[in-house]
Structure formats: structure tokens, C-alpha cells
T-cell receptor
Framework: ETGVTQSPTHLIKTRGQQVTLRCSSQ?????VSWYQQALGQGPQFIFQ???????GRGNFPPRFSGLQFPNYSSELNVNALELDDSALYLC??????????????FGPGTRLLVL | GDSVTQMEGPVTLSEEACLTI???????????LFWYVQYPGEGLQLLLK?????DKGSNKGFEATYRKETTSFHLEKGSVQVSDSAVYFC??????????FGTGTSLTVIP
């Protein structure tokens, strides 16, 4: 069974640029969630996709957008990068659209540095 | 709003010492509660969970009991090992959709 994978592992961008991060969900999982983890902080929920539709969004501006593909892999796009976007971006997959005790399984993350 | 508060670290213990990491939550209902662990340079791994009051989650010698009366989910281990050195995150969710994480507690175990 393949776990959650993310690419790239590290990325350096400059302010104002755009970035795309990618995630492949664990085998059998149809839900993908994205989190931003700033240094020394806990992960903050960005949004979730279930069967290619957005299924919840945290307190992030519209320049954070996403996609989920028919194979349940996902992309996170961030436009007009700001210095504060520097963080570890985590993808998590889960079996369904939610429910008590639904567990999310995390990938290793993409570390983004914005200069 | 819904939130999780963890004891601040870092925590440094000698091998075989007892561990307790405090976690309390604020929520409008009865969430499911989780502990995740993050090893250096890696993503988060599920350590244990509990979905209702008085449930005890356990894994790898770690335990946590869901206490509704005190809105707590403290992580405990009777004898820590060097390999337990990591950052531990308490989290809650209602729907499995959005998880709310604490700020994390760094644990270092010295031989």
C-alpha cells in the first residue's frame, strides 16, 4: 500500500510568483486535505477536496486554490506569493468525506521558501 | 471557536522517565480527539485517537483518555525511549473534514 506522496520536497520562489504543489493520496482514499504549517506552529487547514469538489475551506485568501483529479491526486496553487507564505505545506488523505473519527494520513510535506 | 491548547515545550527527559503532555480543548460539541507525532524532517503520523468520552486511545506504549468533564486528552507514556524524541500535536475534528491542531510540544529524550 502506497502512502501519501508530495512533490517537490523543497521549493524556493520570489515574492509575487505563483507556485503549484502536488499530492498523491494513499491508495483507496478519495479525499485530500491541505494544511499550512509555519515554523514552530501546528498545521492550519487550507481546504479539502472530496471526489473533485471542494468540501470545506479554512481562513485562507482566494489566492490559495486547489484541484482534485479523477485519480484523487491533488494540486495546491498559490498566486501572488508573499513572504508569510513560507511554510511547510502538508497534504493529507482520508477514506471518505468525513465523520466522527475519520483519520487523515499525512504526506512528508513540501517546504516552500519565499524570498 | 474550536481550538486545542497544548503544554508548551520543549520537554527534555531522561530515558525511561515518565511522560505527560497536557492537552485541553475548546469545542461547541463532542469532537474526536487525536495525537499526531512529527519526527524531524517528516510529515505527521497518527499516534492514537479517541472518538467519544471515556475512550482510551493507545499505541506504542502511549495512552490518552478522552475526558469530557475536564475537556482534556493528555498524552502519557510510562517509560520513554530516545526514539520517542519528536514533536507531538494534539488535534480535534468534528467531521473529519477540518482538523484543528495545537502548536505542538517538542520532546527530547536523552540517554
Amino acid at each position: 500500500e502506497t502512502g501519501v506522496t508530495q512533490s517537490p520536497t523543497h521549493l524556493i520562489k520570489t515574492r509575487g510568483q505563483q507556485v503549484t504543489l502536488r499530492c498523491s493520496s494513499q491508495s483507496g482514499h478519495n479525499t485530500v486535505s491541505w494544511y499550512q504549517q509555519a515554523l514552530g506552529q501546528g498545521p492550519q487547514f487550507i481546504f479539502q477536496y472530496y471526489r473533485e469538489e471542494e468540501n470545506g475551506r479554512g481562513n485562507f485568501p482566494p489566492r490559495f486554490s486547489g484541484l482534485q483529479f479523477p485519480n484523487y491526486s491533488s494540486e495546491l496553487n498559490v498566486n501572488a506569493l508573499e513572504l508569510d507564505d513560507s511554510a511547510l505545506y502538508l497534504c493529507a488523505s482520508s477514506l471518505g468525506a468525513g465523520g466522527p473519527g475519520e483519520t487523515q494520513y499525512f504526506g512528508p510535506g513540501t517546504r516552500l521558501l519565499v524570498l | 471557536g474550536d481550538s486545542v491548547t497544548q503544554m508548551e515545550g520543549p520537554v527534555t527527559l531522561s530515558e525511561e522517565a515518565c511522560l505527560t503532555i497536557n492537552c485541553t480543548y475548546t469545542a461547541t460539541g463532542y469532537p474526536s480527539l487525536f495525537w499526531y507525532v512529527q519526527y524531524p524532517g517528516e510529515g505527521l503520523q497518527l499516534l492514537l485517537k479517541a472518538t467519544k468520552a471515556d475512550d482510551k486511545g493507545s499505541n506504542k506504549g502511549f495512552e490518552a483518555t478522552y475526558r469530557k468533564e475536564t475537556t482534556s486528552f493528555h498524552l502519557e507514556k510510562g517509560s520513554v525511549q530516545v526514539s520517542d524524541s519528536a514533536v507531538y500535536f494534539c488535534a480535534l475534528t468534528f467531521t473529519g473534514n477540518q482538523f484543528y491542531f495545537g502548536t505542538g510540544t517538542s520532546l527530547t529524550v536523552i540517554p
